[in-house]
C-alpha cells in the first residue's frame, strides 16, 4: 500500500480486548478515505500476539520488549505510509467517522492555521467530556498548585468548532507525516507519560500550533490501557519521572526551584498508607535520582 491518507497507529500492552474492540469501531466508522491500521504490541503476555497477528486487516509489529509508549510510536511511524498519522490509544472507541473528520480539518487548514497537532474531544461512557489537553506544565505552575493559588487551565470552547490548545492528550493524536518526522518523533527517554506533552513543545517551539475541535468525540476509557491501579507504585515512579523530565528538559531555568519543593513533598509521601515502606522507600530513591 502506498499514498494512503492516514495511518493509524495503536500501542498494545496486554490490552488484547480493548485493542480489539478499537479496531472494530475504526472498520465500523472510517469510511470516506483510505487507511491503514498499525499495531505495536510492546511484549504483551496475555493472548494479544496470538489473537492481533492473525487479523488480516491490521499490520501487526512486535516490539519485542516494552519500550515504552513513544518508542512504540515511533516505530509503527517508521513502517507508516500514510501522509497523515493518527495516534490512538487502545482504550478508546470511535461513535463516529471522527478520523475523516480530523483528517479533513487537519488537510483544509494545515497551512492557514499552522497545525501541528490535532485532536477530538473526549468522552467517557457517560458522554461526559473528559481531559481531552491541556496546559504546558512548568515549575510555576507546580509551584502555584502546592501553594493552592489559582493555576489557570483551558477550558474546551462552547460555540467554537476549533481552539487553539498547548497539547492534546495522546488518546488521540493526530499530525502530519512530515512534521512527525521533523521532529523526529518521540523523544524515547519518556518511558511513559508526559511524552506527548514533550512532543507538542517540541512542534509549538518550530512555529506550529497545535488545536483541539469540538465537532466529532470520541470515548476514552481512561486508565484502561496504563498500568490500572491508581496506587501502583510503579505507576507513581514513572509518572514522578518523565514530569522531572519533562520540566528539566523545558523549565531547566527554574527547575531548582522544583527540586527544592519536590524534594520535600517527596519525603512527607513517606506517611501514605496506601503503600508498604519497602515501596514507599524504593519511590523516594527514583524520584531523587531522576532529579539529575
Known amino acids: 500500500m502506498q499514498n494512503l491518507d492516514c495511518s493509524i497507529i495503536l500501542v498494545n500492552y496486554n490490552t488484547c480486548q480493548l485493542t480489539l474492540a478499537c479496531i472494530d469501531s475504526i472498520r465500523e466508522f472510517s469510511t470516506s478515505f483510505s487507511y491503514e491500521i498499525i499495531v505495536v504490541d510492546n511484549d504483551s503476555s496475555d493472548n494479544s500476539v496470538e489473537v492481533l497477528s492473525k487479523l488480516p486487516y491490521i499490520k501487526f509489529i512486535e516490539f519485542g520488549k516494552n519500550a515504552g509508549f513513544g518508542a512504540a510510536n515511533n516505530l509503527g511511524a517508521k513502517n507508516a505510509v500514510g501522509k497523515y498519522l493518527f495516534l490512538l490509544n487502545t482504550d478508546t472507541i470511535l461513535i463516529d467517522n471522527s478520523i475523516k473528520i480530523l483528517l479533513d480539518f487537519y488537510r483544509h487548514n494545515e497551512g492557514k492555521l499552522k ?21 504546558f506544565p ?18 474546551i470552547a462552547k460555540n467554537d468548532d476549533y481552539q487553539q490548545i498547548d497539547y492534546v492528550t495522546g488518546a488521540d493524536l493526530m499530525i502530519s507525516k512530515r512534521i512527525y518526522e521533523e521532529i523526529e518523533g518521540f523523544d524515547e527517554n519518556f518511558f511513559l507519560y508526559y511524552e506527548e506533552t514533550d512532543l507538542q513543545k517540541r512542534i509549538q517551539s518550530l512555529g506550529y500550533i497545535n488545536y483541539l475541535i469540538t465537532t466529532t468525540r470520541i470515548i476514552h476509557l481512561e486508565g484502561g490501557s496504563d498500568f490500572g491501579s491508581t496506587v501502583s507504585n510503579f505507576k507513581r515512579i514513572v509518572i514522578h519521572q518523565s514530569r522531572n523530565r519533562f520540566l528539566r528538559k523545558h523549565d531547566g531555568k527554574n527547575f531548582f526551584k522544583y527540586i527544592f519543593l519536590d524534594f520535600f513533598m517527596t519525603i512527607g509521601r513517606l506517611a501514605l498508607r496506601n503503600y508498604t515502606w519497602k515501596e514507599k522507600v524504593t519511590f523516594c530513591k527514583a524520584n531523587f535520582k531522576s532529579y539529575f
Open 138 to 155: 512548568t515549575v510555576d505552575k507546580y509551584v502555584n498548585a502546592y501553594l493552592r493559588r489559582p493555576v489557570k487551565e483551558y477550558k
Open 115 to 135: 497545525i501541528g497537532t490535532l485532536g477530538a474531544t473526549l468522552i467517557d461512557e457517560n458522554q461526559n467530556i473528559i481531559n481531552s489537553g491541556g496546559n
